[in-house]
């Protein structure tokens, strides 16, 4: 039996161990989803519904355990743990309306008359990060569930805290045994048997480009099917007549956020020339403004990174002689701290511009005129978020055309609306998650012809 010892990445000292999922076990537990899943699709709609309700009251009723939990075991400030726990319990409550809703169609045909249904695909396989473990197993789990699937979780080797307390809440509010298990183990076991195990339908994997190209290539030979969300290097664009100061002082937001663990962070800050010097000076109290340190202090912006190695790798886009322009603060001694970074100028084919850093910095680079804001915003692989600010409604709505991402905000730092379709473009992923048409990845169309002759 072979385990793994939870790491509070605040102080480096073991927070709990946990037991991994070995092939075999994995495989015993999707066969139980297989089993369970048959009655749960047969389960009423709005008895389903209402299971998931009494699933989000009890998420609700744990609010501040999980996120106890999280800030324990990941590191994140407890004011974004508290609220990375109710979104699940309003992922879950969102999605609870979708199970009366799944109506098929009636169409006329010669002959009769023909009908669909949306029928769940059966066992679905999320593959979740370390970096919000709560939200990204919640964006896959609650529509899964609505659409009358049993999932099967598995949440990062690093971070599996928190999702384990969520499977034995579901259980707690009268979820039947099977419909939701969570196999805390590694990607190499459990990940990869969910994408080999026939009885699993879908895939829902959130994570790194290159693993995510691994698990396609898995599920092509299942033709299994696959939503995949990816990484990102998205562009922050500031326009000279912006609302500047706005911009600025929220910039460190769209990047420093989860200490840039963050798929969706805006780690390229692209500024009207005619701007910059008036944007650096703003951005420059903002970013020592962010309050890094004790993830358990109340107002406490930014704590650690998840581990060592991975500061270590966000170190080596700043190496010795990085043109680092200032930078925000970290604590001393234990913990994965590093600090807000932001380097400029970068020339435009250095690691740091065209990477996925993951950590703490952020590059700024100007531009001239729309079109070269647009063209710089897409010379990347990836295309999952951004920001535009300009008080030309005009420009906002072109700019927002131009740049291919899936994600935007206008004259705001937001990024994840679980009310809104979230996925990327280009290499940032395959598939859209959250929203009001979610369900229907989790569902195949069946067309019934009723003969009337
Ligand atoms: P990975 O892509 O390696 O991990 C994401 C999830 O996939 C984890 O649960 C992992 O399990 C699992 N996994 C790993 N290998 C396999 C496999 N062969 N088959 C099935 N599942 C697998 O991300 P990392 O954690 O290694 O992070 C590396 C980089 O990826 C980051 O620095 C960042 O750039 C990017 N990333 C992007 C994320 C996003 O939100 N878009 C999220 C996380 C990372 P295990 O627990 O064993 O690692």
Known sequence: MSTYTVINPATEQPVQQVTLTSAE????????????????????????????????????????????????????????????????????????????????????????????????????????????????????????????????????????????????????AGLPEGVFQVLPGKGSVVGQRLVEHPLVRKIVFTGSTEVGQQIMSGCARHIKRLTLELGGKSANIVFADADVEKAAATAPYAVFDNAGQDCCARSRILVEASVLDKFMALLEPAVQGVRVGDPTAADTEMGPLISAAHRAHVASYVHADAPVAFRGSAPQGPGYWYPPTVLAPVAADSPAYTQEIFGPVVTVTPFTGEDEAISMANDSPYGLSGSIWTSNVGRAIRVARGVETGNLSVNSHSSVRYWTPFGGFKQSGLGRELGPDAVDAFTEIKNVFIATE
Not at 28 to 40: G, V
Not at 135 to 160: F, R, Y
């Open 25 to 172: 076990e994995t495989d015993a537990a999707i066969e139980r989803a297989a089993t369970a899943q048959r009655r749960w699709r047969n389960v009423a709609p709005g008895d389903r519904a209402k299971l998931l309700r009494a699933f989000a009251a009890q998420v609700d009723a744990h609010i501040e355990e999980l996120a106890a939990l999280e800030t324990a075991g990941s590191g994140h400030p407890s004011g974004a743990a508290t609220w990375e726990a109710g979104q699940v319990r309003d992922v879950l409550m969102y999605y609870s309306a979708a199970p009366e809703r799944m109506f098929g169609k009636q169409i006329p045909v010669p002959g009769g008359l023909d009908v669909t249904f949306a029928e769940p695909l059966g066992v679905v396989g999320l593959i979740v990060p370390w970096n919000f473990p709560m939200p990204i197993l919640s964006w896959g789990m609650a529509p899964a569930l609505a659409a009358g699937c049993a999932v099967v979780a598995k949440p990062a080797e690093m971070t599996p805290l928190t999702a384990i307390r969520i499977g034995e809440l579901a259980l707690q």
